[in-house]
């Protein structure tokens, strides 16, 4: 916003907002941050000298660890799209070109091009205040089909650089462009070791970054902005410093990095957002990441360990060099927001009517969509809903059986629905967690890998379920008996028929509502997550709740993956005495010499009259 009145436009945004339930939300949490302000000045002035010096010394020390990480080996390139919807919509309407433009309409604004920039006009802009700011801005509805068309081609390009890129948005990815440099016989200052180059290389990287720009605008006509670093989060500060249609490259040297990290403001790195900055400025006098250095030992005083190592390594101009494994998705959601209304009878309309479902309904069959597509079923259904007063409330309900389609989404989001009603709305979500496996085939492959593989793999990236299975072989004197795989020990134990079908049988009679949890999670010094280390101040009630539903989910799912595969078992199977009778009494395979420590394949089938 360089050259915008910014005074200006702080003045017409407190107008345009004072007295709506978003003001009054925003001066809630306003005050909060005061509070917290003064709570932590408190904190500071009771500590002792002797306080002082020893958390001086704890930061000495962290900062020593956190700089023997620094890794200047690997060449990170973020790409950013130029006001990427607007411009799509300029080559759309080409008469829109040099005119104030936003995505979006009166109620919200998702971005907006570089002239209406200029008026102060910016995404997450309620599209009247906007109007207020701009008379002469012109609104253009979303088209999200385009946009992505558009992100496919830009994908393209990113891939010939980076075939394993990480796409942050439809507009933004890193590139780690390392491999590129070896092959084009430049690397970075440590893999060559010889300083006198620097200014080659840094020469060759500035090539490389227009080289991708001009082939992405080549192939989309549209510009964008890069930047280079030896990390990811320096390359995407950099990528900002010359927009639009511009880079900047930061060379891989020392010197060089702690040269521009030691002026830099906070405000430039992600994960320091309004709230933060103001904390670390009014309390501790902090502006830039050199400040954040010299303030180290009040930081490691009164933050969470977690936090002041994050804010010790931006100050240091640390950031991830290697790329992040592919996890499987365990989740999916959607959400819409529209106009709050209080009115039940509008609200049944929309949401419960068979026929004029709108918001649910729509959500439903986006969510349906977007899980068939990704292969997904889910037994954990949270509702997510924001009241006119901006309270997030979220609901949560576990099922008996995995479920994707839009009928059943539908009915069981209308069901927690209705339990919250009459109240206002200005927000819906759905979320569905789980994963159920495609078949019995499939469960029996993952137990194999699982018993078979275990010693090859880490152990977080295994679960350890006692799976059900079946013996192929009659024993001599146990003919009601079955196997059980005990992947801690590797080995296999009996376990009894009756319990077996017990196991296959148990259902829970009633869904497990997250007005039922047991309150598992504790929040450490009122501020850090007990269970993954998160931070979310006190006033964050809404999102608590969320998270706390989240850590429910995944507990609920933790719980069935140790219960094993809620199938039932042919009853048939098991149930007659001439299945498993005293002419095929079961026997345990013996294993020779060379198969020790080996579970054959046959284990894990079973065989029975039923399918010989």
């Known amino acids: 916003m360089g050259g915008v009145d910014k005074e200006k436009v702080q003045r017409t945004v407190y107008e345009m907002s004072k007295g709506s339930k978003y003001f009054e939300n925003e001066e809630r949490k306003e005050a909060f941050t005061r509070r ?37 080996s690997r060449i ?12 799509v919509e300029t080559l759309s309407d080409p008469t829109l070109k040099g005119k ?41 509805p979303v088209d999200f089909k385009k946009y992505t068309h558009y992100s496919e081609l830009t994908r393209k390009v990113f891939q010939k650089y980076d075939p394993n890129f990480m796409a942050a948005s439809l507009d933004e990815a890193y590139l780690d462009i390392t491999d590129v440099c070896k092959e084009r016989g430049l690397t970075g200052g440590e893999l060559l070791g010889v300083n006198f180059i620097l200014m080659f290389w840094y020469s060759a990287f500035v090539k490389i970054a227009q080289e991708l720009r001009t082939t992405v605008y080549e192939e989309t006509v549209l510009t964008c902005s890069a930047g280079v670093g030896p990390n990811r989060l320096l390359a995407k500060v950099c990528s900002d410093i010359n927009k639009p249609d511009g880079q900047f490259v930061l060379p891989h040297d020392l010197m060089a990095v702690m040269t521009f990290i030691s002026s830099l403001p906070i405000r430039k790195i992600g994960g320091i957002g309004k709230v933060t900055e103001h904390i670390l400025r009014d309390v501790f006098g902090i502006s830039t990441c050199e400040d954040m250095l010299r303030k180290g030992g009040f930081l490691c005083a009164l933050f969470s360990r977690s936090t002041a190592d994050f804010f010790l390594s931006v ?56 899980m068939q597509k990704e292969g997904l079923s889910g037994r954990t259904l949270t509702l997510k809903l924001k009241t006119s007063s901006f309270e997030v409330r979220t609901r949560a309900v576990t099922l008996q059986k995995y479920i994707s389609s839009s009928e059943d989404i539908l009915k069981h989001a209308t069901k927690l629905l209705k339990a919250e009603l009459p109240v206002s709305l200005r927000l819906i979500a759905i979320c569905c967690y789980g994963r159920n496996p495609k078949s019995i085939g499939e469960i029996e492959r993952d137990c194999f890998l699982k018993l078979n593989c275990r010693s090859s793999f880490p152990s977080k990236f295994l679960s350890a379920p006692s799976v059900n299975i079946p013996d192929p072989k009659p024993h001599q004197n146990e003919g009601s008996e079955l196997l059980e795989a005990d992947p801690s020990s590797m080995q296999l134990k009996r376990i009894s028929l009756d319990e077996v079908n017990r196991r296959a049988n148990t259902l829970d009679d009633e869904p497990v509502s997250s ?65 498993i009778g005293s002419n095929s009494k079961r026997k345990r395979t013996k294993s020779s010499p060379k198969e020790k420590g080996h579970i054959p394949i046959d284990v894990f089938f079973v065989k029975s009259k039923q399918n010989l």
């Not at 990170?76 to 411009?87: C, G």
């Not at 599209?127 to 008379?135: D, E, S, V």
Request: hydrophobic share 40%; glycine share 4%; net charge negative.
């Open 76 to 87: 990170w390139l973020h790409v950013d799209m130029d006001a990427f919807y607007a411009a």
């Open 100 to 140: 104030p433009m936003a995505v979006g309409g009166m109620s919200m604004i998702s971005t907006a091009n570089y002239e209406a920039r200029r008026f102060g006009v910016r995404a997450a802009m309620p599209g009247f205040i906007a109007r207020k700011l701009c008379p002469e801005l012109i609104f253009v």
């Open 315 to 370: 100050a240091l101009g640390l950031g991830e060099t290697e790329t992040p494994q592919v996890k499987l998705r365990k989740s999916i959601s959607n959400e819409r927001t529209f106009a709050a209304t209080e009115n039940e009878a509008l609200l049944h309309q929309k949401l419960l009517s068979s026929v004029k479902v709108i918001f649910t309904a729509d959500l439903a069959e986006m969510l349906s969509a977007d």
């Open 36 to 72: 917290k302000i003064e709570s932590m000045r408190v904190q500071c002035s009771k500590l002792t000298p002797e306080d002082i010096s020893h958390f001086q010394m704890v930061a000495d020390k962290r900062i020593l660890e956190l700089e023997a990480t620094r890794d200047l």
């Open 515 to 579: 007005s039922n949890r047991g309150q598992q999670l504790l929040w450490i010094n009122d501020y850090e997550c007990s269970l993954c280390g998160i931070e979310l101040r006190p006033s964050f009630a809404e999102e608590r709740q969320e998270h706390f539903d989240f850590h429910l989910a995944e507990r609920l799912q933790n719980e069935e993956s140790r219960s094993g595969p809620r199938t039932p078992m042919p009853r048939q199977r098991f149930s007659q005495k001439d299945d």
